[in-house]
Every structure is written in C-alpha cells, then in structure tokens.
C-alpha cells in the first residue's frame, strides 16, 4: 500500500504563491477604487453610476479571494511533477487452496430395475451392445448377481464421452451391489474387465418408537418408521396371548418398542428384532422382553415368564365364532345334544394353526367330522380339528410346534357350511376352550433369570424414560389426570441411541 507525503520545499512554494495573489487583490482593488473616482465610462452610450462601480468592485474582489484561497484555480500554481511516496507492508491473510476439479471423476447413470424386467432389457433400452454385457457377464460372480435381479434393486452405469456425431459414448463402468457392506464396479478399459470392490459397512442402531393407537394400530405405528413385519410380530407372536387386537384396544392406547434398524451411508435399509416392547391396552401394560436360552429364542415378561402359552385360544385367524360350547340343536340332524367343541366361521381355504407344540396323533377322515386331525400336547392335553378342506405338510406321528398350519377350513361331513369345528379335552374330558384357564409356563429361573433381567434391564429403562418425554401427566380439574403429547415429541416420535 502506498500514500504520498508533502515535502517542506513544496509548501514553502505554495505559500508564496498564495501571498502574490494576494498582493494582486490589492492592487486591482486600489486601481478600482481610484476609477470609480476620477471618471466615469460610458457602455452602450450610458455612464456608470457611483453604485455600479462599487458592485463591480465588490465582484473582482471576491474573485480574487478565490482565487488566493483556492490555488488549484489559478494557472500560476506549480503542482509538483512527482510526490514522494512511502510503501508499507501489510500481511494479507492466507486463502485457502481450492482443489481442481477432478476432471476423471464418474459420472453414474442411476437405473432401478423394475418388475419383470432383466438385465438383457436395461442394456438394450440404453443401446449398449449384447457383446459388451456378456464380456461384463464372464466376469467371476458377476453372472449369478446379474442375472436374478430383483424388483427395486438399483444398478449404475458409466459412459465414455460422447462421439462428435451426437449420441451416447460407449459403456465405461457399471456398479451393483453384492449384499449390503459390498459394491462392485466393473470397468472396461483396453478391452479388459477391470473389478473393484468397495466396502459400505452398515451400522446396526437401537431406536425406541412410541406412539399412540389412534384410528389404526398398523398405519400410526408404520408412520413412526415401525416396519410391517414388526408390527406384526406384536400382533400375531409377542401379544397374542394376552391382547386381543380386534376388540381390547382404543385409539388412546399406547405402544413403545425398541427396534434395531440397520443403516448404510446414514439411509434406512431395514428394520430387524424386536428387542422389547411395552403395549399399553384395558388400562394395563403389557411388556414384552426378547431372550435366547439355550440356543432357542423367546419372549418373556417382566418376571421372566414366557409370554408363549402352551395352547393358542383361536387356532385360526379373521373368523367369527359361529357356535358355542354346550347344548344345542343340531344344524343337519335337528336333534338336541351337546355341542362339545367351538365353531369358527371362515372361507374355505384358511389356515388352520396347531393350538400348542405337539405329536400328530390322527390324521384322516372321521365320520361327520369330515377330514380331521387330533394333536397331542402331552400330560393328558388333546385337541381335535374338524371339516377340513385339506390337510397341511404333515404326517401321523410327527412332532410340530405351536401354529403350524395342519390344514384349511372346509365343510367336509356333517356341515352346512365352511367352518373349524374345535375340540379341547383333558384326560379325555371336553372342556369349553374359551373358558378353561391354560396351563402356564415355566419361569426362568436362577442364572437364567440373572441373566435375563441383566439384558432386558437396560431396555426397559429406555422405554421408561422415552414415555416419560413423549407423554406427561396433566392435572385436569374433570377427572383428575389425563395423558397428552408432551411438545417435546418430535413429529416422528422416536428417540434414538
């Protein structure tokens, strides 16, 4: 930066330069004055008045005095040819680097396959010759991943510059993904298929999701980001026994689950196990807890009782109870005897469920029961399924496990429409399903049980504390308490960790 500086010699010239013109102003207000006096001149034939002259005087001395103050106007003025200048160094701060563009990078193509469509399809919808995908296809592994494409998977392509003529250049690379922590680029390059793995490792998040019933369980709790086979594991496995979905639960009913959700690059890809989760329903709360013991994996309490019964009340899904246990007149042959099972009511077709883990003990035709099957639970528990349409993959002997599918509705027999004729019986004795209380199971115990709450601990800690910011208890002067929203819930209700 440089500033320019009087010298001493300078201001002394301008000085007497300024004193001269000064000088000047006196002299022509002197030689005025002594006009004004001695005669008068004529202009245009008139002759100046003492008051004229005084005004033109008044005028050339103010002239005068702008011309001493200001030099600037007055041509005598030297200005100096040069001025001395003085440098100064200032530091300027230091810009960061900008890194050149890089001009190699890919540019991908995004193509997400759509349903029925193969990979022979995509490379001749881009015009990408069928000799450059086998080339890219007799790469190792390339085949088997290229050629099962599923509906949604999402493939890359890379395209050389385009030619002087127009249209697209000829296929540089093409990427897909080999599982979830794999993606594989494939490039062409003198002729050669060059491959490069890079790795995307995934990230495996506990989330707490909350939220209320409202008018659908299943549409609250898919918009707070539960997955539908999460869902549907409290419904039809964690909850079953305890809560009826179609008839215990209210829009002011409340859920919390803890979830693992697996992320990749900070995007969603899944949601996996239920670890825990708290069902709010008839005022009480239900809680639910996931433990492996013994390689076997179960859902338990609290108090470390497995919340799996050993029988299943309603061995079949979405049908209406259509006839009770007891008397009754019967529908084919009118006479009046006891009724000693339960009716459900379905179309024909639906899957029938083993009620408990057990031994098929008969499988045929039987009478009026039509095509039936009798399963025995042990320690003096049988149950028999009646009028079937058809039977499942089982055979007479083998063991299956609670809600196998063991057949479909039907009305083989004596029936007068497609229905489940159930039967429950106790060391032979029938007892109304409905209403017998059902064994229960055994609780953990010792180590076990140690270990147990040492696990499920941690979790129910962090449903407590995310309901306590989600829901708050709000005096109100009607009924005492009530549960609202506290304005810390956030629009998606889940917390994380």
Same mark, same amino acid.
């Given at each position: 930066?440089? &500033?320019?500086?009087? $010298?001493?010699?300078?201001?002394?010239?301008?000085?007497?330069?300024?004193?001269?013109?000064?000088?000047?102003?006196?002299?022509?207000?002197?030689?005025?004055?002594?006009?004004?006096?001695?005669?008068?001149?004529?202009?245009?034939?008139?002759?100046?008045?003492?008051?004229?002259?005084? $005004?033109?005087?008044?005028?050339?001395?103010?002239?005068?005095?702008?011309?001493?103050?200001?030099?600037?106007?007055?041509?005598?003025?030297?200005? /100096?040819?040069?001025?001395?200048?003085?440098?100064?160094?200032?530091?300027?701060?230091?810009?960061?680097?900008? !890194?050149? #563009?890089?001009?190699?990078? =890919?540019?991908?193509? !995004?193509?997400?396959?759509?349903?029925?469509?193969?990979?022979?399809?995509?490379?001749?919808?881009?015009?990408?010759?069928?000799?450059?995908?086998?080339?890219?296809?007799?790469? #190792?592994?390339?085949?088997?991943?290229?050629?099962?494409?599923?509906?949604?998977?999402?493939?890359?392509?890379?395209?050389?510059?385009?030619?002087?003529?127009?249209?697209?250049?000829?296929?540089?690379?093409?990427?897909?993904?080999?599982?979830?922590?794999?993606?594989?680029?494939?490039?062409?390059?003198?002729?050669?298929?060059?491959? &490069?793995?890079?790795?995307?490792?995934?990230?495996?998040? =506990? @989330?707490?999701?909350?939220?209320?019933?409202?008018?659908?369980?299943? $549409?609250?709790?898919?918009?707070?980001?539960?997955?539908?086979? @999460?869902?549907?594991?409290?419904?039809?496995?964690?909850?079953?026994?305890?809560?009826?979905?179609? &008839?215990?639960?209210?829009?002011?009913?409340?859920? @919390?689950?803890?979830?693992?959700?697996?992320?990749?690059?900070?995007?969603?890809?899944?949601?996996?196990?239920?670890?825990?989760?708290?069902?709010?329903?008839?005022?009480?709360?239900? &809680?639910?807890?996931?433990?492996?013991?013994?390689?076997?994996?179960?859902?338990?309490?609290?108090?470390?009782?497995?919340?799996?019964? @050993?029988?299943?009340?309603?061995?079949?899904?979405?049908?209406?109870?259509?006839?009770?246990?007891?008397?009754?007149?019967?529908?084919?042959?009118?006479?009046?005897?006891? +009724?000693?099972?339960?009716?459900?009511?379905?179309?024909?077709?639906?899957?029938?469920?083993?009620?408990?883990?057990?031994?098929?003990?008969?499988?045929?035709?039987?009478?009026?029961?039509?095509? =039936?099957?009798?399963?025995?639970?042990?320690?003096?528990?049988?149950?028999?399924?009646? +009028?079937?349409?058809?039977?499942?993959?089982?055979?007479?002997?083998?063991?299956?496990?609670?809600?196998?599918?063991?057949?479909?509705?039907?009305?083989?027999?004596?029936?007068?429409?497609?229905?489940?004729?159930?039967?429950?019986?106790?060391?032979?004795?029938?007892?109304? /399903?409905?209403?017998?209380?059902?064994?229960?199971?055994?609780?953990?115990?010792?180590?076990?049980?140690?270990?147990?709450?040492?696990?499920?601990? #941690?979790?129910?800690?962090?449903?407590?504390?995310?309901?306590?910011?989600?829901?708050?208890?709000?005096?109100?002067?009607?009924?005492?308490?009530?549960?609202?929203?506290?304005?810390?819930?956030?629009?998606?209700?889940?917390?994380?960790?």
């Amino acid at each position: 930066m440089t &500033t320019p500086e009087s $010298h001493p010699s300078d201001l002394q010239r301008s000085e007497r330069v300024r004193l001269e013109n000064l000088r000047e102003l006196e002299r022509q207000a002197t030689t005025s004055s002594h006009q004004a006096e001695a005669s008068a001149e004529t202009i245009g034939n008139r002759r100046w008045s003492r008051r004229q002259w005084a $005004h033109s005087s008044l005028i050339a001395t103010a002239g005068a005095l702008l011309l001493a103050i200001v030099p600037g106007f007055n041509t005598a003025v030297d200005v /100096p040819h040069s001025a001395r200048l003085t440098t100064l160094s200032l530091a300027l701060p230091v810009l960061p680097v900008q !890194p050149e #563009p890089d001009a190699a990078a =890919t540019s991908w193509m !995004p193509v997400t396959v759509e349903k029925g469509q193969t990979l022979g399809a995509i490379f001749d919808e881009l015009g990408i010759p069928a000799s450059t995908m086998h080339a890219l296809l007799e790469q #190792p592994g390339a085949r088997d991943a290229l050629t099962r494409l599923r509906p949604g998977a999402q493939l890359g392509f890379a395209f050389n510059p385009a030619p002087a003529n127009g249209g697209r250049g000829s296929l540089h690379a093409l990427r897909y993904d080999r599982g979830e922590t794999e993606r594989v680029e494939l490039s062409l390059e003198a002729g050669k298929v060059v491959e &490069t793995v890079i790795e995307r490792p995934i990230e495996v998040r =506990t @989330s707490v999701v909350s939220g209320k019933v409202g008018r659908s369980l299943f $549409h609250s709790a898919r918009k707070l980001g539960l997955s539908g086979s @999460s869902i549907n594991m409290l419904t039809d496995e964690i909850f079953q026994y305890d809560i009826d979905f179609n &008839t215990d639960v209210t829009r002011n009913d409340r859920f @919390s689950v803890v979830v693992e959700q697996v992320y990749r690059e900070g995007e969603l890809l899944r949601t996996g196990k239920v670890l825990a989760a708290v069902f709010t329903a008839k005022n009480k709360p239900f &809680t639910a807890f996931r433990f492996e013991q013994d390689g076997k994996t179960e859902y338990y309490n609290a108090e470390g009782r497995p919340l799996k019964k @050993s029988f299943i009340r309603m061995p079949i899904q979405y049908a209406r109870l259509s006839s009770r246990f007891g008397s009754r007149r019967h529908p084919v042959s009118g006479s009046v005897r006891q +009724h000693k099972g339960v009716d459900y009511a379905a179309r024909t077709g639906t899957p029938i469920m083993a009620a408990g883990d057990a031994r098929v003990q008969f499988k045929g035709w039987r009478g009026g029961y039509g095509n =039936t099957v009798i399963l025995d639970h042990g320690r003096g528990y049988t149950t028999l399924y009646a +009028h079937m349409s058809g039977f499942g993959n089982i055979r007479q002997g083998q063991r299956v496990s609670q809600g196998t599918v063991i057949g479909r509705v039907g009305s083989t027999g004596l029936s007068t429409g497609p229905h489940l004729h159930y039967e429950f019986r106790i060391n032979g004795v029938h007892r109304n /399903p409905l209403q017998h209380t059902m064994p229960e199971p055994e609780p953990l115990k010792g180590v076990a049980l140690a270990a147990f709450h040492a696990q499920t601990g #941690p979790a129910l800690a962090r449903i407590r504390t995310v309901e306590d910011i989600i829901y708050a208890q709000v005096p109100d002067a009607a009924d005492g308490t009530r549960v609202v929203e506290a304005k810390r819930d956030a629009p998606s209700g889940r917390g994380q960790g």
